[in-house]
Antibody, heavy 123, light 107 residues
């Protein structure tokens, strides 16, 4: 069974830093691109970032560019999101998600989502 | 950015009825469109990809159609477990991957 398990969510003050992790299992992690998607309380889905299977292609939403860094460790079947200079508007549930299609540097839809981890930024 | 607009925001219907949810893109996305279902307190789940292909395990009452800028998700015979928010997402013009604001399905 394909599983994605996020961890690292916390409550912190504006300007703080946090690193989210995602442990993947049940599929060949090193072959697939991965995404982070977030959802603010009571709101819709916002795509945050994606990383190609080998880490060579990385993209960010404008709202997090320059503050967030996505990375992966294929030897550990793990995905990460380093979040710096956090703002109240970054408060959200953060989902780790698996790319649905195998392709080197083209990206498509998400076919598996983790249960998410909560990040709250407040003074 | 390709803006995705869903309508209606809320759709109420009775079990057994047919429900039609719409998604419009501000620029053509071909058939690079997915639909997701998010039940209360759960993560989203992929229903439809490539505008009309059902994901593994998705019941046959869910179908997708459309191309270009106009798309439809149809639930042919509503079940109580279909209570959820439904999101469309385009993957034609990226980044960013843009989601619609969602349609809340009330049964």
């Amino acid at each position: 069974e394909v599983q994605l398990v996020e961890s690292g969510g916390a409550v912190l003050q504006p300007g703080g830093s946090l690193r989210l992790s995602c442990a993947a299992s049940g599929f060949t992690f090193e072959k697939y691109a991965m995404h982070w998607v977030r959802q603010s309380p009571g709101k819709g889905l916002e795509w945050v970032s994606l990383i190609s299977w080998d880490g060579r292609s990385i993209y960010y939403a404008d709202s997090v560019k320059g503050r967030f860094t996505i990375s992966r460790d294929n030897s550990k079947n793990s995905l990460y999101l380093q979040m710096n200079n956090l703002r109240p508007e970054d408060t959200a549930f953060y989902y780790c998600a698996k790319e649905g299609r195998l392709d080197d540097y083209q990206f498509y839809y998400i076919d598996v989502w983790g249960k998410g981890t909560a990040v709250a930024v407040s003074s | 950015e390709n803006l995705m607009t869903q309508s209606p925001a809320i759709l109420s219907a009775f079990p057994g009825e047919r429900a039609t949810l719409s998604c419009r893109a501000s620029h053509s996305v071909g058939t690079d469109l997915a639909w997701y279902q998010q039940k209360p307190g759960q993560a989203p789940r992929l229903l439809i990809y490539d505008a009309s292909s059902r994901a593994t395990g998705v019941p046959g009452r869910f179908s997708g159609s459309g191309s270009g800028t106009e798309f439809t998700l149809t639930i042919s015979s509503l079940q109580s477990e279909d209570l959820a928010v439904y999101y469309c997402q385009q993957y034609h013009n990226w980044p960013p991957y843009s989601f619609g604001q969602g349609t809340k399905m009330e049964i």
